[in-house]
């Protein structure tokens, strides 16, 4: 019984020691994989100034398209001062308008052109009569009177022709040009503000930028924000990431461009992603000198974009091979 006992032992002795050599001795398989997560880059959707949220028209994991209402705020202040700033534009363009009817137009011109021509012909006869009378005054023929009545016709058509001299001027008179300037000017800032006030009324609400899910929701409706303060995460598939980290030694490997595989507990098969992005530097230097050993601790973060469409939930951990074909082929 005790020799039985002792073959026993000594053939578990061996079996133990062969398992142990052989786990020891065995050749090392090859690790191609490394260990990554799925990343995604949010879009942060603020409003430019603050206020209370009126409407949230989209919840967490919501779909939505570009330009598709996210959430409104109050704007009853900014409703008012587009009125006011429309009121003000109407009541430029009325005193413009003023302005332009007041000054002669061109028709009124020629007329007052016309009667200036009459009267210079009216003066040229008194001027002719005045002459007249003033011989014969001289020569004492004509009675004073007669030379005085004569005198006061030339001055009175002078006159005439001064005042329609007077009426041509005020008609184009440059200050009258001068005041349409400036209610041109001033039509221009008003309509300048209305644009202004139809901005900050119109960016009362925030829409999607590009067709997204949202991730995530902070705040509600009739919750209060601060301006650039983000309400919800858009994330758009185009922004999903694949980082991961590789060592040292097998940096050279990858190359910017290139494809790699995807694989994780619940994933498709088949998944692929390109590499967009490979660090420049390590994430972790150890403080002594190199060797070959301590090569290996040298790990650089490297980035890839998923090229099957597949929506990976954001941290998943995933493992990335490295493979030699073509996305597709």
Same mark, same amino acid.
């Given at each position: 019984?005790?020799?039985?006992?002792?073959?026993?032992?000594?053939?578990?002795?061996?079996?133990?020691?062969?398992?142990?050599?052989?786990?020891?001795?065995? +050749?090392?398989?090859?690790?191609?994989?490394?260990?990554?997560?799925?990343?995604?880059?949010?879009?942060?959707?603020? +409003?430019?100034?603050?206020?209370?949220?009126?409407?949230?028209?989209?919840?967490?994991?919501?779909?939505?398209?570009?330009?598709?209402?996210?959430?409104?705020?109050?704007?009853?202040?900014?409703?008012?001062?587009?009125? %006011?700033?429309?009121?003000?534009?109407?009541?430029?363009?009325?005193?413009?308008?003023?302005?332009?009817?007041?000054?002669?137009?061109?028709?009124?011109?020629?007329?007052?052109?016309?009667?200036?021509?009459?009267?210079?012909?009216?003066?040229?006869?008194?001027?002719?009569?005045?002459?007249?009378?003033?011989?014969?005054?001289?020569?004492?023929?004509?009675?004073?009177?007669?030379?005085?009545?004569?005198?006061?016709?030339? %001055?009175?058509?002078?006159?005439?022709?001064?005042?329609?001299?007077? $009426? !041509?001027?005020?008609?184009? !008179?440059?200050?009258r040009t001068a005041e349409i300037r400036a209610?041109?000017?001033?039509?221009?800032?008003?309509?300048?503000?209305?644009?202004?006030?139809?901005?900050?009324?119109?960016?009362?609400?925030?829409?999607?930028?590009?067709?997204?899910?949202?991730?995530?929701?902070?705040?509600?409706?009739?919750?209060?924000?601060?301006?650039?303060?983000?309400?919800?995460?858009?994330?758009?598939?185009?922004?999903?990431?694949?980082?991961?980290?590789?060592? %040292?030694?097998?940096?050279?490997?990858?190359?910017?461009?290139?494809?790699?595989?995807?694989?994780?507990?619940?994933?498709?098969?088949?998944? $692929?992603?390109?590499?967009s992005f490979i660090a420049r530097e390590a994430?972790?230097?150890? +403080?002594?000198?190199?060797?070959?050993?301590?090569?290996?601790?040298?790990?650089?973060?490297?980035?890839?974009? +998923?090229?099957?469409?597949?929506?990976?939930? !954001?941290?998943?951990?995933?493992?990335?091979?490295? !493979? %030699?074909?073509?996305?597709?082929?």
């Amino acid at each position: 019984m005790k020799r039985r006992l002792a073959i026993a032992t000594l053939a578990v002795l061996l079996l133990a020691g062969g398992a142990s050599a052989w786990f020891l001795l065995r +050749p090392q398989a090859s690790d191609t994989g490394f260990q990554g997560y799925v990343e995604g880059y949010l879009i942060f959707m603020a +409003p430019e100034d603050g206020g209370r949220i009126e409407q949230l028209a989209v919840d967490s994991a919501d779909r939505v398209t570009q330009g598709q209402l996210l959430f409104r705020l109050e704007s009853s202040m900014q409703i008012a001062q587009r009125n %006011e700033a429309e009121a003000r534009l109407h009541q430029a363009r009325a005193q413009l308008a003023d302005l332009q009817t007041a000054l002669q137009r061109p028709e009124q011109i020629a007329i007052l052109k016309a009667q200036e021509g009459r009267a210079q012909a009216q003066l040229s006869l008194s001027q002719a009569e005045l002459d007249r009378q003033h011989t014969l005054f001289e020569r004492g023929i004509a009675s004073k009177a007669q030379f005085d009545q004569a005198r006061t016709a030339f %001055e009175r058509d002078k006159a005439a022709v001064e005042e329609a001299q007077r $009426q !041509i001027e005020a008609g184009q !008179i440059t200050g009258r040009t001068a005041e349409i300037r400036a209610a041109e000017a001033s039509v221009q800032a008003a309509e300048a503000a209305l644009r202004q006030a139809e901005t900050r009324l119109a960016r009362r609400q925030v829409v999607a930028p590009a067709a997204a899910q949202v991730q995530d929701v902070y705040f509600r409706a009739g919750e209060t924000v601060s301006a650039s303060q983000p309400v919800l995460a858009l994330l758009p598939p185009e922004n999903r990431r694949i980082r991961f980290y590789v060592p %040292e030694p097998r940096l050279s490997t990858l190359a910017l461009g290139t494809f790699v595989g995807l694989s994780c507990d619940s994933c498709p098969t088949r998944l $692929q992603a390109r590499i967009s992005f490979i660090a420049r530097e390590a994430e972790f230097t150890p +403080p002594i000198v190199f060797s070959e050993e301590e090569r290996a601790k040298l790990v650089f973060r490297v980035e890839a974009r +998923p090229v099957d469409g597949a929506e990976l939930p !954001i941290g998943l951990p995933v493992t990335v091979t490295p !493979i %030699e074909t073509e996305a597709g082929s």
